[in-house]
T-cell receptor, first 115, second 114 residues
Framework: AQSVTQPDIHITVSEGASLELRCNYS??????LFWYVQSPGQGLQLLLK??????LVQGIKGFEAEFKRSQSSFNLRKPSVHWSDAAEYFC?????????????FGKGTKLTVNP | DTGVSQDPRHKITKRGQNVTFRCDPI?????LYWYRQTLGQGPEFLTY????????KSRLLSDRFSAERPKGSFSTLEIQRTEQGDSAMYLC????????????FGSGTRLTVV
């Protein structure tokens, strides 16, 4: 069964600073990987996904993530954070075809952006 | 594409009452999922439909919970004899092919059991 660990519960950065949110997964094969963002009281919005191919994936809002098989990681990055990026970020892992259709989510990292 | 709609947005109910939530997925999506999210946690899988067939259920889905998706369109999630521990955000998501596109989530139904 797949699992996800997001080691950082809360991260605070200054506006304009770079950002990296960590995600480690556990899965027996190459997984599908996703990052979602959630604003307070709202549903989750897909930022980006890794399916196969290039291990550096680009997403919306200037975010990117890199899949590192050797480290079982899929960290999310942004070179310059904007105040509107303050939200909660969730990493999720999905099984390959023939496996369960569900996504397993981490517990999330809350991002605070200081002016 | 009007997105995934959930109704109601908020529900306050007394312990022991039954509640029902509705989810309208994106029209061409054949896969529909229910998740539950409590404060400070990520979403937890409850159940999954492909068209009208319920193909997977979590152990979290006790016998007080039932979900349906008649005719493979909208879905309902019913909780009978609600308990305070049922207080959570209930999220619905739909997908055409999860492995390729991921999910599209609705805004959720916030349930408070008093």
């Amino acid at each position: 069964a797949q699992s996800v660990t997001q080691p950082d519960i809360h991260i605070t950065v200054s506006e304009g600073a770079s950002l990296e949110l960590r995600c480690n997964y556990s899965y027996g094969a190459t997984p599908y990987l996703f990052w979602y963002v959630q604003s307070p009281g709202q549903g989750l919005q897909l930022l980006l996904k890794y399916f196969s191919g290039d291990t550096l994936v680009q997403g919306i809002k200037g975010f990117e993530a890199e899949f590192k098989r050797s480290q079982s990681s899929f960290n999310l990055r942004k070179p310059s954070v904007h105040w509107s990026d303050a939200a909660e970020y969730f990493c999720a892992v999905g099984a390959r075809k023939g496996g369960s259709e569900k996504l397993v989510f981490g517990k999330g990292t809350k991002l605070t952006v200081n002016p | 594409d009007t997105g995934v709609s959930q109704d109601p947005r908020h529900k306050i109910t007394k312990r022991g009452q039954n509640v029902t939530f509705r989810c309208d997925p994106i029209s061409e999506h054949n896969r529909l999922y229910w998740y539950r999210q409590t404060l400070g946690q990520g979403p937890e899988f409850l159940t999954y439909f492909q068209n009208e067939a319920q193909l997977e259920k979590s152990r979290l889905l006790s016998d007080r919970f039932s979900a349906e998706r008649p005719k493979g369109s909208f879905s309902t999630l019913e909780i009978q004899r609600t308990e305070q521990g049922d207080s959570a955000m209930y999220l619905c998501a739909s997908s055409l092919d999860t492995s390729v596109y991921g999910y599209t989530f609705g805004s959720g139904t916030r349930l408070t059991v008093v």
